[in-house]
């Protein structure tokens, strides 16, 4: 019987796994998963080719808040390694710090298949066919699945596991999709020699972060803790800013459309077949490859683990796929969610680095409680 087990040990389960033990360093901890932490991360960085993140260099996976700073400092990452005014880290600096930082907690090599409530706990069903007890168990399984429009469900996305940039010599590639991930991708393919076109439903918009800034902290987070459960989702939409772009994308992708490198068009797609694709004002676009970077699903598919447990369970999402859950995270006793479906307790950057951060805070709260009665 584990006190705590974490299935998902990507950025999210990973740092809970490393607040937990910090509160509680007697509890028997594990985390289920047969990747390194940083495998997905890396991988989703790859396919669109980012280079630095967006967020600032005060939100990583450190436990003191100057944890990056003093490990740039201590390792050799110069000035070269931040960006900007709020000195977003570069992917190497992060990456490194991060790999340092997540170092610990025992790993299974296996995946949660399936959970069943027990007397004391919660068993899990995994997929090396054993099977784990565990007195509290905490769900951080990462993004649900890439979002595919309807007019163009059977093309390549690129948060798909086997996307690769470079796996056809296509000359004429449209990337559709006006986020960080579309722009960054269509340059990376235009630096590759590609003739893109960009496919977009609005004008490429410059913000310095996907979400408000001050829900990275107790001016807007507490407020958004004293408003109505109920009333949050609308309150979480008003603060998000999907689809926007930093000012070092959006100056590199206004540039390249300026010089006409990459060409533009605005609209819905309506369909594709293999010599491209067709808006829904009756515009095509001629194209030898198309790819998606239209973000993630809102609701967890029915047959992942996560919608499984939703309906198993008889939890309650609201309409953008936010479980309810309380203040320690709780969608049912002992069964705990991070990450965007834990957005309803953590604010619009739950899904972010921030909110692995905002979620460890409220798990170690109730791990430090757990030692003291304990003792």
């Known amino acids: 019987m584990y006190d705590w087990l974490i299935i998902g040990g990507g950025l999210h389960g990973a740092f809970a796994a490393q607040a937990i033990t910090a509160a509680g360093p007697a509890a028997r901890l594990a985390v289920l998963d047969d990747r390194p932490a940083m495998a997905d991360w890396q991988r989703r960085a790859d396919?669109?080719?980012?280079?630095?993140?967006?967020?600032?260099?005060?939100?990583?996976?450190?436990?003191?808040?100057?944890a990056l700073r003093a490990f740039a400092a201590a390792n050799g990452f110069d000035s070269g390694h931040e960006l900007g005014y709020y000195r977003r880290p570069s992917r190497a600096l992060f990456e490194t710090h991060a790999r340092h930082a997540l170092a610990g907690p025992a790993r299974i090599a296996t995946r949660g298949q399936r959970i069943e409530r027990m007397p004391q706990g919660w068993r899990v069903h995994a997929t090396n066919g054993q099977t784990y007890d565990t007195r509290r168990l905490v769900l951080a399984l990462g993004p649900n699945a890439p979002y595919r429009p309807m007019g163009a469900a059977d093309c390549e996305h690129v948060y798909d596991a086997g996307f690769a940039i470079d796996r056809y010599a296509s000359a004429r590639p449209a990337v559709v999709g006006g986020g960080i991930t579309g722009a960054q991708l269509a340059l990376r393919l235009q630096e590759l020699g590609h003739t893109v076109c960009w496919v977009t439903r609005t004008p490429p918009r410059r913000a310095d972060f996907d979400s408000d800034p001050c829900y990275a902290g107790p001016r807007c987070l507490a407020p958004f803790a004293h408003t109505p459960i109920e009333t949050r989702t609308a309150v979480l939409a008003e603060a998000r800013q999907p689809g926007t772009l930093p000012p070092d994308i959006f100056a590199r992708i206004t540039a390249a459309l300026a010089a006409g490198d990459i060409a533009w068009r605005r609209g819905d797609v309506e369909s594709t077949d293999t010599n491209g694709l067709l808006l829904a004002d009756g515009r095509r676009i001629d194209a030898d490859r198309v790819i998606l970077a239209t973000g993630f699903?809102?609701?967890?598919?029915?047959?992942?683990?996560?919608?499984?447990?939703?309906?198993?369970?008889?939890?309650?999402?609201?309409?953008?796929?936010?479980?309810?859950?309380?203040d320690d995270l709780e969608a049912a006793p002992g069964l705990h969610l991070v990450g965007r479906p834990a957005s309803l307790q953590l604010g619009p950057m739950a899904g972010n680095i921030k909110g692995a951060r905002l979620a460890g805070a409220r798990l170690a709260a109730l791990a430090k409680r757990g030692a003291r009665n304990a003792a």
């Open 47 to 66: 396919a669109c080719g980012m280079t630095y993140l967006r967020s600032s260099n005060a939100h990583h996976l450190g436990r003191r808040a100057d």
């Open 297 to 326: 699903e809102n609701h967890a598919r029915p047959d992942s683990l996560l919608g499984h447990t939703l309906d198993a369970l008889e939890l309650r999402c609201d309409s953008d796929g936010h479980v309810f859950i309380n």
